[in-house]
């Protein structure tokens, strides 16, 4: 048990308590000290066993065999946007990187954090498909973005959007279990309707958190409203279809009740005609929608951004139907942090070239 454990889970950020105390019992401790554990690791944030100053010694020691708290290098930050936006570039131990992304509010803070190191997905108007995929992030690497940003920040952070490097869905058991060590009141203790997983549709993923639920709000990387539009600039959309996409969401918003909110980049000649307001609108009829308009942010695409009197004459148009939509403002331009505009060099040596989904959702795939 001890040596299954020390090889599958040396980053004490990866542990959720049940797994911490299954640990602690193998080695004839009480269930207690587990707990001690979990509150030092998720709520005093601690990057140190030493630092568990309330465990005996040999505990302590016993556990640096097999077990440290794993916690990424800052190799790079940005400067500061005038906002306070800052692009943190994070290096793990095997010399991989990923970027998150610090955006102050002025009532409270949110981080953006990767959930792959790149992407597969290769979508037209984002930076990290160009990058290829090379790994999935573990949990605790996803915990560990915004304890690193939290502690150079000096600011508590209320707000979690795992809408950064890599699709989320694709990481699925990791992503899940990251939302349960955000939101167990016994460790970081965030509230889930403050956690945001963004997908640019997996459907078998989305049928799945139908079922079982998903600790975080969802919301969709729509940017489209016909499969013609939206494969040229989502290539997995050929294999995830509107059609099925929007069934699928439909009953996630029947089942759970909860909204939905969809992102829509405005790309000049493509999606951003009075016609698409319309066919948008008629998309997303009968479901509890919240939509996000974005500008399209310089990532080296042959796509424009829609001039500034489209996306006005869109949002109005898209407003008279009655969906609640949000103009967003470009945060992060100035340090290339926006929206797809997060990417790293990967290193030859990591590179693996396909993503790691889970059994459940390659099967659904392979139908
Ligand atoms: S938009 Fe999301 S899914 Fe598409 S390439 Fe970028 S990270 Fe991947």
Redesign the pocket.
């Known amino acids: 048990m001890k040596d299954t454990l020390k090889k599958k889970m040396n980053n004490l950020r990866d542990l959720t308590l049940g797994e911490l105390e299954s640990f602690l019992t193998a080695m004839g401790q009480p269930a207690y000290r587990a707990r001690q554990i979990y509150r030092w690791v998720f709520s005093a944030k601690a990057r140190r066993l030493d630092e568990m100053t309330d465990l005996p010694q040999d505990l302590r020691r016993e556990l640096s065999q097999a077990f440290q708290i794993d916690t990424p290098r800052i190799a790079h930050l940005s400067p500061r946007a005038p906002d306070g936006t800052r692009k943190y570039l994070f290096e793990f131990q095997r010399g991989d990187r990923v970027e998150a992304v610090y955006l102050p509010g002025p009532s409270s803070q949110t981080v953006c954090i990767s959930t792959q190191v790149g992407?597969?997905?290769?979508?037209e108007?984002?930076a990290?498909?160009r990058m290829g995929f090379s790994r999935n992030l573990s949990a605790g690497e996803m915990v560990s973005q915004v304890f690193e940003i939290e502690k150079e920040e000096g600011a508590k952070i209320r707000n979690v959007v795992l809408m950064g490097?890599?699709?989320p869905f694709y990481n699925f058991d990791a992503v899940m279990k990251a939302l349960n060590l955000f939101t167990d009141s016994k460790g970081i203790g965030l509230s889930a309707r403050r956690l945001t997983v963004s997908t640019?549709g997996i459907v078998p993923a989305i049928e799945r958190i139908t079922r079982e639920g998903m600790n975080a709000k969802l919301a969709i990387?729509l940017h489209a409203t016909n499969d013609h539009q939206r494969s040229r600039i989502?290539p997995?959309n050929k294999t995830y279809p509107l059609e099925a996409l929007m069934k699928a969401l439909r009953a996630y918003a029947h089942v759970t009740r909860y909204p939905i909110t969809f992102e829509y980049i405005l790309i000049k000649d493509l999606n951003d005609r009075p016609e698409d307001a319309e066919a948008l609108s008629l998309l997303l009829r009968n479901i509890p929608a919240k939509i996000n308009i974005l500008g399209l942010h310089p990532t080296g695409s042959t796509w424009l951004p829609s001039p500034q009197e489209r996306v006005v004459a869109f949002q109005q148009k898209l407003r008279a139907t009655g969906l609640n939509v949000t103009l967003r403002t470009s945060r992060g331009l100035e340090c290339n942090a926006a929206c797809?505009q997060l990417a790293t060099p990967i290193p030859s040596s990591v590179r693996t070239g396909s993503t790691n989904l889970t059994d459940d959702i390659k099967k659904k795939r392979a139908r």
């Open positions: 992407c597969s997905l290769n979508c108007f984002c990290t498909g490097m890599g699709e640019i990387s989502i997995v797809g």
